[in-house]
Nanobody, 121 residues
Framework: QVQLVESGGGLVQPGGSLRLSCAASGSIVSIDDMGWYRQAPGKQRELVAIITDSGSTNYGDSVKGRFTISRDNARNTVYLQMNSLKPEDTAVYYC???????????????WGQGTQVTVSS
């Protein structure tokens, strides 16, 4: 069974930093895109950042210049370094692995369970 496990959320003061991690496990051959999305109460889920298997990145406008996504392909792990955090960054952050190819020759798009990030003084 393929799954994503996230870690690193928590409570941080405005201007602080957090690093999120998301590890994919199971019978994985490859993963094309890995990314982070977030959903605040009463709002739709939105893109935070995406990284391809070759290292190309794309960021949501609200996080450009503050957040950095990176990836370790050998470990099927994606990271999100969040700096200069603002109260409006408060949300549940979800990891996504898209076009994940398995040993069973299936192609999946899967989500993690989510990790809470709260930015407050």
């Amino acid at each position: 069974q393929v799954q994503l496990v996230e870690s690193g959320g928590g409570l941080v003061q405005p201007g602080g930093s957090l690093r999120l991690s998301c590890a994919a496990s199971g019978s994985i051959v490859s993963i094309d895109d890995m990314g982070w999305y977030r959903q605040a109460p009463g709002k739709q889920r939105e893109l935070v950042a995406i990284i391809t298997d070759s290292g190309s990145t794309n960021y949501g406008d609200s996080v450009k210049g503050r957040f950095t996504i990176s990836r370790d392909n050998a470990r099927n792990t994606v990271y999100l370094q969040m700096n200069s955090l603002k109260p409006e960054d408060t949300a549940v952050y979800y990891c996504n692995a898209d076009r994940l190819r398995t040993v069973a020759r299936t192609t999946l798009s899967i989500w993690g369970q989510g990790t809470q990030v709260t930015v407050s003084s």
